[in-house]
């Protein structure tokens, strides 16, 4: 009869394993966090730009199409994030989804604002590497105070302190099929994945919920000798009075762009 290993002493051996693992690269989750905050331009500017996008929803069983037009604001402080804007200033929806207009305008505008958000938590993630390709990197990043249960449950209290300590928690956690029931949490994200390149510029965004995952891939033009936005696929999902569970899929097409120095 196999034995079975007790959680505590799981835990210990998994820290063990994790401690003495190749780094996956040269490049470190602190310096590639940095970048994302600097991106390799520290002065302040304003980014304006028009987008057209189009919208494939299912609700109610029936897979409809929306069109949508605006305008989208990108700017930054000197050493801090970017944050983005969507504005809708058109939207074209099917009769069906007409009573709710405003509730998926939000949705739309959404987009921008919980990509700003997502790069505003780092604090509140334990982050480490994963196995990246051709010049990108993967982040993954689990709440801490997810880390901290665990820590409190199977580790000892020096472990809150030790970065090192907390980042192969961390990806136990996340890596572990048989912890998922205390990993997996309702309300906002447990967890995200960030896809970047060593300058900082994010690629990909996931956010992990009990319920599925939200994603949005970026690809990027250049402006004034920055990266902007150019095209922006995000899925969606939601649960709206009156129209029920709301799955699609958003895409932005970005142009007309104009760069103010501030």
Known sequence: MPLKMPRIAAFAVVLTVFAVSP??????V?????????????????????FQADLVLVASGRRTRGYAAGT??????????????????????????????STLRSLIEDRAESQSQSLETFNSHDFFMDEGSSGRYVLIG???????????????PADR???????????????????????VRSGPPYALRLVVDEHGLVYE??????????VTKITYTNVGGRPAWHDVESTISSDISGLGHVDGLLLLQIRNYTLTLQ
Do not use: C, H
């Not at 504005?87 to 007409?98: A, I, K, S, W």
């Open 161 to 183: 302190q030790d970065p090192e300590t907390r980042r192969r928690i961390a990806r136990w956690l996340f890596t572990s099929s048989s912890m998922r029931d205390l990993v």
């Open 23 to 28: 780094a996956l690269s040269q490049v470190t």
């Open 30 to 50: 602190e310096s590639l966090l940095g970048r994302i905050i600097s991106a390799d331009n520290r002065d302040q500017y304003e980014l304006t730009a028009e």
């Open 72 to 101: 989208l604001r990108e700017s930054r402080r000197a050493g801090e994030p970017r944050r983005w804007k969507i504005t809708v200033q058109r939207l074209d929806l099917p009769l069906l989804l007409r009573p709710f207009a």
């Open 142 to 156: 689990l709440r801490r105070d997810i880390v901290n249960e665990a820590i409190d449950k199977y580790g000892k």
């Open 205 to 214: 965004n996931v956010l992990f919920y009990n319920w599925g995952q939200a």
